[in-house]
């Protein structure tokens, strides 16, 4: 079974640009997650979505926002670019059955913003 | 509070030892799942271990083991016989409405 993938692997843009990120989940997962990695803050949560609809979000601003489409698969996008953006962006999928708990990570985008 | 709290910011550990991370958690949930993972320098984070509040052994997977003590809220890694590629950042999470993670312990494995 394929892991969850994630595109771009990396990406440069510059301020006031506007990023959009793919996240495919592994098969049968319906929930995706978002997070945020920076050296600074760590791992912070953005959002996540379960069959189309945002289920979680995170604290951060309305710049960043995403959505889920009828396979899985989900982006997140963010707008007006800001230095503090860069970031790894790691998108996960989660699911539950037979009351075990499991969320797998993608390889993670790394932004960087110039 | 749902605070998962890594106090060991960065460990040494010689090739073939053994090593304990250290996590403890907050949470007020009747239920709850524990999760470590693995972040080498690539960046992806890798799933290594699953714990369910109420299971009542603790988690192995192969070379990593999960030592639960619910009443003190702790889920220690121990990872058996280190390995030059087990050197990376641990971070130990808990699953609720969202995933809460620890601030992560850097473990370098001396050869």
């Known amino acids: 079974k394929a892991g969850v993938t994630q595109t771009p692997r990396y990406l440069i843009k510059t301020r006031g640009q506007q990023v959009t990120l793919s996240c495919s989940p592994i098969s049968g997962h319906r929930s995706v997650s978002w997070y945020q990695q920076t050296p600074g803050q760590g791992l912070q949560f953005l959002f996540e979505?379960?069959?189309?609809?945002?289920?979680n979000k995170g604290n951060f601003p309305g710049r960043f926002s995403g959505r889920q489409f009828s396979n899985s698969r989900s982006e997140m996008n963010v707008s007006t670019l800001e230095l503090g953006d860069s970031a790894l962006y790691l998108c996960?999928?989660?699911?539950?059955?037979?009351?075990?708990?499991?969320?797998?990570f993608g390889p993670g985008t790394r932004l960087l913003v110039l | 509070a749902q605070k998962i709290t890594q106090t060991q910011p960065g460990m040494f550990v010689q090739e073939k030892e053994a090593v304990t991370l250290d996590c403890t958690y907050d949470t007020s949930d009747p239920s709850y799942g524990l999760f470590w993972y693995k972040q080498p320098s690539s960046g992806e984070m890798i799933f290594l271990i699953y714990q369910g509040s109420y299971d009542q052994q603790n988690a192995t997977e192969g070379r990593y083991s999960l030592n639960f003590q619910k009443a003190r809220k702790s889920a220690n890694l121990v990872i058996s016989a280190s390995q030059l590629g087990d050197s990376a950042m641990y971070f130990c999470a808990r699953a609720g409405n969202q995933f809460y993670f620890g601030t992560g312990t850097s473990l370098t494995v001396i050869p």
């Open positions: 979505y379960f069959s189309e609809t945002q289920r």
């Open positions: 996960a999928s989660r699911l539950l059955a037979g009351g075990q708990e499991t969320q797998y």
